[in-house]
C-alpha cells in the first residue's frame, strides 16, 4: 500500500490532498500542485485525468517545490500507485507494430538500448513480468513512460509520442 499527499503550495502548505492508491482525477480535490509527499509506495502522476498526458514518476520522499523538480506543470491531474512486484522480471521489445519484426528480450535494466541492440525506435512490445520504465534517451534522461504488464501493440498506448527509446529500467520498491 503507499501513501502520497499532494498540496496546493510550495513546502508542503496550502490545502492538501492524502491518496492511498489510484485516482482518475484528482482535479476536484486540488486546484494546482506545488509540493508533494510520498510517504510509501512509488507513483505515476500524469497532467490529464485518466492516467493520460505527460508522465512523471516518485518514490518515497519529499518535493517541497513540485514544479521546479520535475518535468511537468502544477496540474496533475490523475495518479497511480505501482503495485509491489516480487519475482523475475521480463520485456520484451519489437521493432515494429503488433509485435512484428526484430525483437529483443531484456530481465534487467539497460541504461543504453541503442547501444545495446543497435536499434532505437521500439514500436510495440510485451511487459511478461514486473513493471517498468522507458526513456526517450539513454542513462535514464529525458521523458519516461510507465509500462505494466500487458502487450501494447504500438508506442501510443503507452502514451508515447515517439517510438524513439533510450533506456529502460525495472520498477523496484526502493
Not at 93 to 109: K, S, V
Not at 117 to 128: D, E, I, K, L, T
Request: proline share 5%; with cysteine.
Amino acid at each position: 500500500m503507499g501513501k502520497i499527499i499532494f498540496y496546493e503550495d510550495k513546502n508542503f502548505r496550502g490545502p492538501h490532498y492524502e491518496c492511498t492508491g489510484d485516482c482518475t482525477d484528482l482535479q476536484a480535490m486540488l486546484e494546482r500542485c506545488r509540493s508533494i509527499r510520498v510517504e510509501s509506495g512509488m507513483f505515476m502522476l500524469y497532467d490529464r485525468p485518466g492516467y493520460m498526458g505527460n508522465q512523471c514518476f516518485l518514490n518515497r520522499g519529499d518535493n517541497p517545490d513540485y514544479m521546479g523538480t520535475t518535468c511537468m506543470n502544477d496540474s496533475v491531474r490523475s495518479c497511480r500507485l505501482i503495485p509491489m512486484h516480487h519475482g523475475a522480471f521480463r520485456i520484451k521489445l519489437y521493432e515494429n507494430f503488433d509485435m512484428a519484426g526484430q525483437m529483443m528480450e531484456l530481465t534487467d535494466d539497460c541504461p543504453n538500448l541503442p547501444e545495446r541492440f543497435r536499434v532505437s525506435n521500439f514500436n510495440s512490445c510485451n511487459v511478461a513480468d514486473g513493471h517498468w520504465l522507458m526513456y526517450e534517451q539513454p542513462n535514464y534522461k529525458g521523458r519516461h513512460y510507465y509500462l505494466r504488464p500487458g502487450s501494447y501493440r504500438n508506442f501510443t498506448e503507452w502514451n508515447g509520442s515517439t517510438s524513439r527509446m533510450g533506456s529502460v529500467k525495472r520498477l523496484l520498491d526502493l
